[in-house]
């Protein structure tokens, strides 16, 4: 039991990002919307926010749905990853998907912490297709692995645009035991 509960606390803090970065409602929060479109200069790969959003909202879905579907099917790479357009249809879509990555994540950390889940173990339906993996800790440590790489993506692209940091952002925690 206390292996698990150990696991439960690693796996939740890694999707909290409370460890060597900020947390994902910190870097998503008061991008404006003449930003949310634009692919920059200066990176290999240009993705707007809007496209890194989506992409992260949509693969986080699919994780999860692949943990607790016996019926998952798995969608087609790279279209049923990636958003159609650059930019938002609307500003409602732009906060409809952020609402979305909010309410999936904290789904995932729900069942992270379900006590009648066996967090270390197997997936009964899970085949290992493609990138996903056989356990529960696997998929749960990938959606953190995955986020945590375009959360980064994320604050670089919000660099170049100057839109970061947001201006109610404060230093983190850590920085005043320096």
């Known amino acids: 039991m206390a292996d698990s509960d150990a696991l439960r606390t690693l796996l939740t803090t890694q999707l909290d990002a409370t460890v060597a970065r900020r947390p994902p409602d910190e870097i998503l929060r008061a991008v404006p919307p003449e930003a949310r479109g634009v692919q920059p200069d200066g990176l290999p790969e240009a993705y707007s926010l809007w496209q890194i959003l989506e992409h992260m ?60 889940l066996e967090i270390g173990g197997p997936i009964p339906h899970a085949d290992g297709v493609a990138y996903h993996g056989t356990t529960y800790a696997s998929e749960i440590g990938a959606i953190a692995d995955h986020n945590a790489y375009h959360l980064g993506q994320f604050v670089t692209v919000r660099r170049l645009l100057g839109v970061w940091p947001p201006a109610d952002v404060d230093d983190p925690d850590w920085k005043n035991d320096l």
């Open 57 to 116: 909202r949509i693969c986080q879905a699919d994780y999860l749905g692949y943990c607790k579907n016996p019926d998952y099917t798995l969608p087609t790479w790279p279209d049923d990853y990636w958003p159609a357009s650059v930019a938002p249809p609307s500003d409602a879509a732009w906060e409809k998907s952020l609402a979305r990555f909010q309410d999936d994540l904290q789904s995932v950390k729900q069942f992270v912490n379900d006590p009648d």
